[in-house]
């Protein structure tokens, strides 16, 4: 039997709220009291954006109350300072409306009060509140684009760093996770969620060697390992075998100083009696750096696949780069 027409009405508005609500909530969460400053000129911070939404929710969450005539409980008082505060807000204002509307009746859920010169019912209500998460959230997004910080930060400072490039042994791995774990944790450059365990990184390890397709080499500098770079397999099927997706990462504090430039030579030199035939590379964007070391070995951009990743509660595009066998020109 169909439900009711109220019911799916109902149904459709609390989905579209819960799908809005999730977005928004993995966008503040994460977010610093820092964060919450940035802004751009003639634009509001982000932090008074977190507290319009919290202010607004709590007063639809009034609304409702005034409407169906429960008890909304205990509302949060708006005025967050981070990110983590501002989502266990709008929770707790989610948790107390969707509790008001459970089992409503159809003449309740369409009846219209009148609230200054705006009209309501209380399906319009959940309605708007979807509709405000989406607008601010689009709000926030900009607001983090606009004033994002490069992912690495040339200093002009910086000066060049001397390392040796060796083929990467078992005692690396410890030093490989640590600079992998620090993109996953701070950046969307990687699109794993969860830092790598020592023994994850172990079986990562087993698959290359010192000859071969599937190579791995560090950056060794005053007896630290300061950066990697490999070649591994790019997919499982077998005719992709003599394809190579290539990878590099410095340790923060090493970039921009001459060592991705100097893995990736000795890898491609490596690599060049090897039956591959060819390298590709995904890079999350933006990220200059890297997709200038690319094209600078010979990568040429093949396209992009847009909003392929979801990583700190919003959606990345990936550009894909492919380098062919046969295009050995590359500055290294
Ligand atoms: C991308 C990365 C590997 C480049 O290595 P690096 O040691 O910083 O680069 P180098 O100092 O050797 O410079 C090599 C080239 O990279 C490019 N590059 C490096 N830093 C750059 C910057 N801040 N802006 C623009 N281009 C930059 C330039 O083409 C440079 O060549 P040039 O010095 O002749 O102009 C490194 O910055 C890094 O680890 N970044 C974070 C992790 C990452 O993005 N990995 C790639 C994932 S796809």
Redesign the pocket.
Known sequence: MAAAPHQADLTRAIDDLRRTRAALLALLRPLTAEDFARTRPGAWTIGRVARHLAESDVLYARLLAHQTGNDPGALPDPTPRDGAEAAAMLEATSTAMLGMIEGIDAETLYRIVKVGREEYSPLSVLENVAMHDAEHLAQIRDLLDATAR?????SPA?P??AARIRPATEADLAAIND?YNH?IRE?A??FDIEPWTIEERRAWFAKFAPTGRHQLFVAEASAAVV?F?CAGQFRTKAAYDTTVET??????D???????????ARLFESLRDQDVHACV????LP??????????FGFRRIGVLREVGFKFGRYWDVAWYERPASDQAH?G
């Not at 490069?150 to 040339?154: G, H, K, T």
């Not at 090493?254 to 990736?264: D, E, M, S, T, V």
């Not at 590379?281 to 999350?284: D, K, L, V």
Request: hydrophobic share 40%; proline share 9%; aromatic share 6%.
């Open positions: 490069p992912a690495v930060v040339r910086a060049p760093l600079i993109y950046t450059i990687t950066g770079a990878t590099i990462y410095c340790a923060p090493a970039a921009g100083r001459g060592i991705g430039r100097a893995l990736y590379a995904g890079i999350t990220n200059e750096p890297s997709c200038a070391l690319h094209e600078s500055r």
